[in-house]
């Protein structure tokens, strides 16, 4: 079956725009995540969807980002008045159940850059 | 807090040769230990985890990696590489509040016949 897929695979902004990054996770997967990997580094975690509910989301690095799943689905980051810091490869992962035992499947991420 | 280390940023090694790449960790939690592998140009991709019982856990291309819960590591081995097993590869542990994963650095292995 199909993956985890993400759009776009690439995103070029200027300062202080809004982007939204969209993410479609595998169908049935009811946990749905959001990392951030910059140029050199390991993922790291932004927030965590159970169903439609952020059940955390304490990697948001600030009120600038934001992330909706409306109907436990698809799922939209978003980020307010872009900084250059915010460029990195912003990945999707979802899995059956929300617990890091369940595998998580990534997406192929999306590339934002900031200029 | 949890944190993970991957000691090496780049390890090169000949084709057939055998690999370690390792990687400790931090935590105060009861732990699930995962390595995932990124090939070029794809995607992440889980390669093996612990989550309890034998403390060796293999995957199916002959990678495997021990818990040693004294040493705090997790480290990954394969006694003898091929050359598409060249890859990014990330050790990661669960956070305290078991919602997701932390990530190492990542470590490049370079494997050249």
């Known amino acids: 079956g199909a993956g985890v897929s993400q759009t776009p695979s690439n995103k070029v902004t200027e300062k202080g725009k809004y982007v939204e990054l969209r993410c479609d996770p595998i169908?049935?997967?009811?946990?749905l995540y959001w990392y951030r990997q910059s140029l050199g580094q390991g993922p790291e975690f932004l927030i965590y969807?159970?169903?439609?509910?952020?059940?955390?989301d304490s990697g948001l690095p600030n009120d600038r980002f934001f992330a909706v799943r409306p109907e436990g689905s698809v799922s939209t980051l978003k980020i307010q008045r872009t900084e250059r810091g915010d460029s990195a490869v912003y990945l999707c992962?979802?899995?059956?159940?929300?617990?890091?035992?369940?595998?998580?499947?990534f997406g192929p991420g999306t590339r934002l850059t900031v200029l | 807090a949890q944190s993970v280390t991957q000691l090496d940023s780049q390890v090169p090694v000949f084709e057939e040769a055998p690999v370690e790449l390792r990687c400790n960790y931090s935590?105060?939690?009861?732990?699930?230990l995962f390595w995932y592998v990124q090939y070029p140009n794809q995607g992440l991709q889980l390669l093996l985890k612990?989550?309890?019982?034998?403390?060796l856990v293999e995957s199916i291309n002959g990678f495997e990696a021990e818990f040693n819960k004294s040493q705090t590591s997790f480290h990954l081995r394969k006694p003898s590489v091929h050359i598409s097993d060249t890859a990014e590869y990330f050790c990661?542990?669960?956070?305290?509040?078991?919602?997701?994963?932390?990530f190492g650095k990542g470590t490049t292995l370079s494997v050249s016949s």
């Open positions: 992962a979802s899995s059956l159940e929300g617990a890091p035992a369940n595998e998580q499947f």
């Open positions: 169908s049935g997967h009811t946990a």
């Open positions: 969807f159970q169903g439609t509910g952020a059940a955390d």
């Open positions: 935590s105060s939690v009861s732990v699930y």
């Open positions: 612990y989550l309890s019982g034998s403390t």
């Open positions: 990661a542990v669960n956070n305290q509040a078991g919602t997701a994963l932390i």
